[in-house]
């Protein structure tokens, strides 16, 4: 395993530590849980939806070691700017911030349900997608050593296979929140991501030549008919 692997996996815990501290320590002040309170409404949909984040985020944490080493990747400015987009995306997603909780879709079991099944359905090609890959996979744009251009298991028809099981998960939780900050998170983390998908089609295409063409031509970039 390589060494920033584990020194990731003690930083996230650390966090963790952190924040469920910082948490028992806002509980004994009436003041500040005032304040944050609103932000922590959550409905058992939307505390099931954020269980799947949290088992999904250690899973693709327990995964990363497998990668191999880069040859060439993105700037580290770049790969910051992508993680604090998508990562001030998610908060927005599942908390309820104040003066955005106006829903957007009706609040029914129903579509809350479906919104937890889509997000399972999203979490399940993601494990599919990134079997497939291997150790080609990383959270960075870049072209490993040695690496591969996969065409097998859902990278057969879409090219970004990952990344609509991950717009597909955050979907689900939209479904779940109804409102209007979900809505606006889901366009956020979807720009993230399609300036990531632009950045790596650049750098397949460079690395492969004719051989990304073809596959180009062959598959969907996201979800049919996107090309």
Request: aromatic share 8%; proline share 6%; with cysteine.
């Amino acid at each position: 395993m390589p060494l920033r692997e584990p020194q990731k996996t003690i930083r996230s815990l650390l966090a963790a530590t952190a924040l469920i501290v910082a948490a028992l320590f806002l509980r004994r002040s009436p003041a500040a849980m005032r304040i944050i309170q609103p932000f922590f409404r959550f409905t058992p949909p939307m505390l099931a939806a954020i269980f799947i984040i949290c088992i999904f985020s250690v899973y693709w944490s327990l995964e990363a070691k497998n990668s191999k080493p880069a040859a060439s990747s993105e700037s580290k400015v770049s790969r910051l700017f992508h993680l604090t987009v998508l990562n001030g995306g998610l908060l927005l997603l599942i908390l309820s911030v104040p003066g955005l909780t106006r829903r957007v879709l009706p609040s029914s079991p129903v579509i809350a349900c479906l919104g937890v099944a889509i997000e399972i359905a999203g979490f399940a090609l993601a494990i599919c997608a990134r079997r497939a890959l291997g150790s080609n996979w990383s959270g960075e744009v870049r072209v490993a050593a040695g690496h591969q251009l996969v065409r097998t298991g859902p990278y057969r028809l879409v090219r970004h296979p990952i990344y609509t099981a991950v717009l597909t998960m955050y979907g689900g939780v939209m479904l779940v929140s109804g409102q209007l900050h979900a809505l606006l998170a889901l366009i956020l983390i979807l720009l993230a991501y399609l300036r990531k998908v632009r950045m790596e089609e650049r750098i397949l295409s460079e690395a492969f030549g004719d051989e990304f063409t073809a596959w180009k031509r062959d598959s969907w970039l996201l979800l049919p008919p996107v090309y």
